[in-house]
């Protein structure tokens, strides 16, 4: 079992910025991916982006391009995502996620753990 807290949602204006963490609870996993999604009301979650167990691979959906950044502090087993150039487009409930695999998927179903979920919202 794998624990997830997210961190670092609230409220901003369009073209701001926010930075959400996650810390994971445990790192028994030899390969593994840890990775954002984002769910606005009556949509479908969606793949935001995701991160290797070593840094190495990185994925980052198109809508958020150029504005957003993963990271990881292997040692700390914590998860950032920084978030530059918000829209209201962006407005959603952000969830960390973890799978363990050593391959990515964009598949919210496929993916074994998740946090509770932090809302980000940006004002026009």
């Known amino acids: 079992q794998v624990q997830l807290v997210e961190s670092g949602g609230g409220l901003v204006q369009a073209g701001g910025s926010l930075r959400l963490s996650c810390a994971a609870s445990?790192?028994?996993?030899?390969?593994?991916?840890m990775g954002w999604f984002r769910q606005a009301p009556g949509e479908e979650r969606e793949f935001v982006a995701a991160?290797?167990?070593?840094?190495?691979?990185?994925y980052l959906a198109d809508s958020v391009k150029g504005r957003f950044t993963i990271s990881r502090d292997i040692a700390r087993n914590t998860m950032t995502l920084q978030m530059n150039s918000l829209s209201p487009e962006d407005t959603a409930v952000y969830y960390c996620?973890?799978?363990?695999?050593?391959?990515?998927?964009?598949?919210?179903?496929?993916?074994?753990?998740w946090g509770q979920g932090t809302q980000v919202t940006v004002s026009s």
């Open positions: 991160i290797s167990w070593r840094s190495d691979r990185k």
């Open positions: 996620a973890f799978r363990n695999s050593d391959t990515v998927t964009t598949t919210h179903v496929s993916w074994d753990y």
């Open positions: 445990r790192r028994t996993f030899s390969m593994y991916y």
